[in-house]
């Protein structure tokens, strides 16, 4: 079983950057595809990013050119650089881990919420 918990949430301006952390806990880390999702008010949680064990990368037509997501698993944490941020960035964040295949979610973050003002 895997905890996961986000940090680094807030409230900032047009144009402006904010790292997301998310630490895990319970588990061997090295061994999940991490991922962060999103959800504003009103819509359907979206992928945002998605970094698989060995580092391949793949991100939302949305944010590609301003989100990185990157993980460090010695630390057991996957973050997600944001920069160049626009007002409909805003939503919660969740971090997610999914099995090696990619296809089974084992746990979701309680969420962070980024809010962005034009």
């Known amino acids: 079983q895997v905890q996961l918990a986000e940090s680094g949430g807030g409230l900032v301006q047009a144009g402006g950057s904010l790292r997301l952390s998310c630490a895990a806990s319970g588990s061997i880390f090295s061994n999940f595809v991490m991922g962060w999702y999103r959800q504003a008010p009103g819509k359907q949680r979206e992928l945002v990013a998605l970094?698989?064990?060995?580092?391949?990368?793949n991100y939302a037509d949305s944010v590609k050119g301003r989100f990185t997501i990157s993980r460090d698993n010695a630390k057991n944490t996957v973050y997600l650089q944001m920069n160049s941020l626009k007002p409909e960035d805003t939503a919660v964040y969740y971090c997610?881990?999914?099995?090696?295949?990619?296809?089974?979610?084992?746990?979701w973050g309680q969420g962070t919420q980024v809010t962005v003002s034009s």
């Open positions: 997610n881990a999914k099995d090696v295949s990619a296809t089974i979610t084992v746990a």
């Open positions: 970094i698989s064990t060995s580092g391949y990368t």
